[in-house]
Each structure stands twice: as structure tokens, then as C-alpha cells.
């Protein structure tokens, strides 16, 4: 997915690859980051 994101919603790569640079095994899962537009959304809930 990621490369996906890189390539088609470049604005807001960062905010995902934060978000996956936070995660921890055995935490819980924080919120998503907020999609910029309804293609972003439907391209992450895809995968």
C-alpha cells in the first residue's frame, strides 16, 4: 500500500509513514490518519 500512497497521494505519505514508523507490536492500534479525499480512503481500506 504504501508505495501506492507514495506515488498517488504524495501530500499525504508523510502522515501514513508516520504513522506506521509509531506502530508497536502489542500496543493498541492508534486512530488512522485522516484521508485527503475519498480515492485515498478508498485505496487504504482496500488493502
Known sequence: MMPDLKADYP???????NYIKRYEIGQPLQPLPETKSDAEKYLVTAN
Open 11 to 17: 501530500e499525504n505519505y508523510g502522515n501514513w509513514l
